[in-house]
RNA sequence: GACCUCGUAGCUCAGCUGGAUAGAGCAACUGCCUUCUAAGCAGUAGGUCACAGGUUCGAAUCCUGUCGGGGUCACCA
């Protein structure tokens, strides 16, 4: 089934085409759903139609309107407001989605395509480091990659949820030699960790930085040395360093160590990313690839495509290309980081050969990932047009930035904890517990405190810095993941109730007038919306624009279920159209949360 | 310094491929539970869409400039 919008355009097209002995753009014609202080279902912009020179827009919006009356069956009429064409469709045309949806699925046609046609897609989201918890960014992060995900699914793509750990490297080096100092034989089993082993880690980063400071301040003292002079000379640097170098050189007792605690680490995430319902299908660590991207730079080298700079260090020119000079491989001899990158692109390919892949990481990596690209493209990889940096913007807090090293961050565990006794308490609050088991209510409030969190994350434009207001994260009125699921609940009760007053499904011959009455009509054309909404929201990696969508309907949702009495004992056929209503409703609800990697409880 | 990005109600955000009188939520104030769940609905109040120019029938939306916030510009990751 097309699009409304592209069927109004064709038949705009061919009409005036057919008048005019002209070619119209299908593109030029505007269409827009119309205001709602107008008479009218869509509308034609025909002040868009300018360039073409027809003559006189409102005599043009005429002309049109009669062509399109006789054209198209599902007009019934039209008026011309200035250059605008408002169109009135046939409620017949209304009546004939709810029928033909009563009975959708989400997993059904109407919420899915097959656009996709079972391409592969990869998406790497995630990318923790081993030295501290998952904090605030990490969730953003975690939530839209997650999205990304299940919205390509439902688009017909085979998507592989991947996660890149950065599990070497000197911030490691930095929590193992804390620990070596100042926590030995403190394992995450001791209080106050608890089992909690990221924590203990990120302690000892913590620690680190203030070991650091203190041998600095001491030296500066004692010496009259500057500080750049006092970091180079410091005990704790010149240990971190040398504990990298022995990493490198596969010291068995510094790699003991550190295998060690990084299992503490991914330990602990694994804990949370279930939490959290985000699975991942495959897990790379940079300790694995640090160095495979070096036999492409010499490969590229001696294709020209990298050249040898004076000073010995490989690289490739992109002055061209106004940016500068990327060095892939040190004159030491040694690779970078967008080396190591360069190998993992390959790698990912061998492993899945997947013709899109996506990268979800921070906006303050935009240039590495542009300059990346770049180069993928000019060694001639095939798979590099398919490449997508989802570049996403902080999240700051009231307070100001997010520092690990001050000890500002606010830790994805913690949070997920509190909104979720949040959601408890306001449960029992609210008196809802009635009939609930102690474990029925927990359940509900994991729940709906997931549901408010990842819902205040995703609801925001991902390109945008976001402000996480702790307060509203864990509200659940108004413009909010638990009032969507709320709106789900009571179409769920009313099936409840439908199926026990036994009620019958709306059939073609049901009474049309009285089924679209203007009480329904805004719901319903909400709800005809889904599988447009969902291809922009694909189609510009935007989970926010689902999240909003789903609000909408919820908002249109709760008004048609105040204005009208679904379950009529008197008017079957009416009640019957309500209910389809309220059940398509139901499940685009729930296909939008699920979208967003949020589950639906049946009461609340 | 150069480049990127953002600036919409007291606060958080929609709207931005140019279209009709700029929308929500929170906070404030008013109403509405004998009814399919009031975690709801309806209403009041709140705006020079940062500012100044430009483009045109029409600009929150496009262009230029100014101011303000954030980011990036390594042989760090």
Same mark, same amino acid.
């Given at each position: 089934m097309l699009p409304i919008v592209t069927i109004l355009q064709e038949a705009t097209a061919t009409a005036l085409n057919k008048h005019f002995n002209q070619t119209i753009l299908l593109s030029e014609v505007l269409v827009q759903e119309t205001?709602? #202080?107008? #008479?009218? *279902?869509y509308t034609i912009v025909i002040f868009s139609l300018n360039k073409y020179k027809l003559g006189n827009p409102a005599a043009i919006a005429e002309l049109l309107g009669s062509l399109l009356l006789a054209s198209c069956d599902f007009i019934v009429k039209y008026s011309v407001v200035q250059g605008f064409l408002n169109l009135s469709f046939h409620n017949n045309f209304w009546k004939k989605f709810i029928i033909e949806h009563?009975?959708? *699925?989400?997993?059904g046609d109407f919420f899915n395509s097959k656009e996709g046609n079972n391409k592969k897609i990869l998406v790497e989201f995630c990318s923790p480091n081993t030295n501290k918890p998952l904090h605030l960014g990490h969730l953003r992060n975690l939530m839209l990659g997650d999205s990304i995900i299940r919205m390509y699914r439902a688009a017909g793509y085979e998507a592989i949820p991947c996660c890149l750990y950065n599990d070497r490297g000197i911030a490691i080096c930095k929590s193992m030699y804390a620990w070596t100092k100042r926590?030995?034989?403190?394992?995450?089993?001791?209080s106050p960790y608890n089992g909690k082993g990221d924590k203990l880690i990120g302690d000892c980063y913590v620690a680190f930085s203030r070991m650091l400071e203190e041998e600095i301040m001491e030296l500066m003292n004692n010496q009259g040395i500057s500080k750049e002079e006092a970091e180079k000379i410091a005990p704790s640097n010149l240990a971190i360093n040398e504990m990298l170098v022995k990493w490198e050189n596969n010291d068995p007792e510094i790699r003991a160590l550190w295998a060690t605690m990084n299992g503490w680490v991914y330990e602990a995430n694994q804990k949370i990313y279930e939490k959290l319902n985000i699975p991942f299908d495959k897990y790379y660590y940079e300790s694995d690839l640090?160095?495979?991207g070096r036999d492409i730079a010499y490969e590229a080298l001696t294709k020209g495509i990298f050249t040898r700079r004076e000073d010995g260090a490989i690289g490739i020119d992109l002055t061209p290309e106004k940016l500068d000079f990327k060095v892939?491989?040190?004159?030491?001899?040694t690779t970078v980081y967008m080396t190591q990158d360069l190998g993992t692109a390959d790698k990912k390919y061998e492993d899945f050969g997947a013709e899109k892949s996506v990268y979800v990481v921070g906006n303050e990596q935009e240039y590495h990932f542009k300059v990346l690209f770049l180069i993928l493209k000019k060694l001639g990889r095939t798979y590099s047009d398919g490449l997508f940096h989802l570049s996403y913007g902080m999240v700051n807090l009231p307070t100001g930035k997010m520092k690990s090293r001050e000890g500002t961050t606010v830790e994805a565990e913690d949070l997920i904890d509190e909104v979720t006794t949040t959601a408890y308490e306001n449960t029992i609050e609210l008196g809802k517990v009635e009939g609930m088991s102690e474990e029925d209510v927990q359940r509900l409030s994991k729940t709906l405190g997931l549901g408010a969190l990842k819902y205040f994350l995703l609801k925001v434009d991902p390109t945008k810095n976001m402000l996480f207001d702790p307060k509203e994260s864990v509200d659940?009125?108004?413009?909010t993941g638990p009032f969507i699921q709320y709106s789900y609940t009571r179409t769920a009760s009313v099936k409840r109730e439908a199926t026990s007053r036994n009620s019958q499904p709306l059939k073609m011959e049901d009474k049309i007038e009285e089924v679209i009455a203007d009480s329904e009509k805004a719901l319903v054309k909400t709800l005809y919306k889904y599988p447009a909404l969902l291809h922009e929201a694909i189609y510009s990696y935007n989970p926010s624009i689902i999240a909003n969508y789903a609000y909408e309907v919820a908002r249109d949702y709760n008004r048609f279920y105040h204005d009208c009495k679904i379950l009529i004992a008197d008017k079957p056929f009416l009640s019957a159209a309500r209910l389809a209503i309220s059940n398509i409703t139901g499940q685009t609800l729930k296909k939008c949360l699920d979208l967003l990697g949020i589950e639906v409880p049946e009461r609340m």
């Open positions: 205001r709602k #202080e107008f #008479e009218g *279902d009563q009975d959708a *699925d989400i997993n926590f030995n034989g403190i394992t995450p089993e001791a640090y160095e495979s892939l491989v040190r004159s030491n001899g659940l009125h108004g413009h």
